[in-house]
């Protein structure tokens, strides 16, 4: 079957919140799935015009919150409205502090975030580039040093039909499983 048109059905897509604050330090959040790790200590989003957009190039930061099954709601509700007509940190009822090393706020409610500065930003193009300076995560969302999605619930979002989704199981390690048809136990 052919499917016309331009409907994504690229997977994964992130639910990530991005936290910003206005020129006056008001803090404003909202919901993208355009973006991904671009490099080590990297991330970039690909974003249209928000208040967000505007925030981030008066102060050259943001934090980046993962959305989970948790924090769905709000996540959700900081995409339906306009941070420009609505005070959507007091709205949602969210508890807000400075974080520690970026002009941006950190969402509480939320148990991993990502504190970036802002390394490029085009305004044509909506491409924005962000050095992750600082991790942020819950000791509830950890095992052996590591987040681990099987405490943390990070929750996707499907562009094709208009859901959020659960990160499943483990099926397999990356590097290794291969390994069986390339017969031999190298690890890569």
Known sequence: MDIKGSQAVILPEGAFVIGTYDAE????????????????GEITFFLA???????????KAFTVA????ETMVISDYFGLVSGNKDDKIFKSGVHVHKAPHVNA????????????????????????VGTIVNELADDSIMTDGN???????????????????????????????GLQIRNDTAEW
């Open 147 to 177: 987040v681990d999605p099987d405490k943390f619930h990070p929750i996707l979002f499907d562009p094709g039909t208009g859901t959020y989704r659960k990160i499943g199981p483990v099926v397999g390690k990356a590097f290794h499983v």
């Open 105 to 128: 706020p950190v969402i509480e409610e939320y148990p991993l975030t990502l504190e970036c500065e802002v390394k490029s930003y085009d305004d044509e193009t909506g491409i924005l």
């Open 49 to 59: 015009k928000h208040k967000t957009t505007e925030n981030i190039k008066v102060t």
């Open 25 to 40: 330090g008001k803090p404003d959040a909202m919901i993208a799935a355009w973006g991904a790790q671009s490099d080590y």
């Open 66 to 69: 993962f959305a989970t099954e």
